[in-house]
């Protein structure tokens, strides 16, 4: 059964860095493209990040340049390092398999002084 837990959400001043993680099972995260997702309140769902199987990275426009998404294969993690964070980051964040269509939980992050 293919699973995926972010963690690393919380509270964190704007300016402020945070690192979330993404423990993947049932399957092997170096073979697919993995994503990073986020959804504000009243908001759809947007992409942040992608990496695929040869480490290519996309980010969108409001990531590039302050958020960097990595991954482990030995440890068949996925992260997403977030800095300079503004209060209009405040979302709850998802990992995503798009290929299997499989999402996380969700980690929520919220950017306030």
């Known amino acids: 059964q293919r699973q995926l837990v972010e963690s690393g959400g919380g509270l964190v001043q704007p300016g402020g860095s945070l690192t979330l993680s993404c423990a993947a099972s049932?399957?092997?995260?170096?073979?697919?493209?993995m994503a990073w997702h986020r959804q504000a309140p009243g908001s759809q769902r947007e992409l942040v990040a992608t990496?695929?199987?040869?480490?290519?990275?996309h980010y969108s426009d409001f990531a590039k340049g302050r958020f960097t998404i990595s991954k482990d294969n030995t440890k068949n993690m996925v992260y997403l390092r977030m800095n300079s964070l503004k209060p209009e980051d405040t979302a709850v964040y998802y990992c995503?398999?798009?290929?299997?269509?499989?999402w996380g939980q969700g980690t929520q992050v919220t950017v306030s002084s």
């Open positions: 990496i695929t199987n040869i480490r290519a990275t």
């Open positions: 995503a398999c798009p290929a299997f269509h499989s």
């Open positions: 049932g399957f092997t995260i170096g073979n697919w493209t």
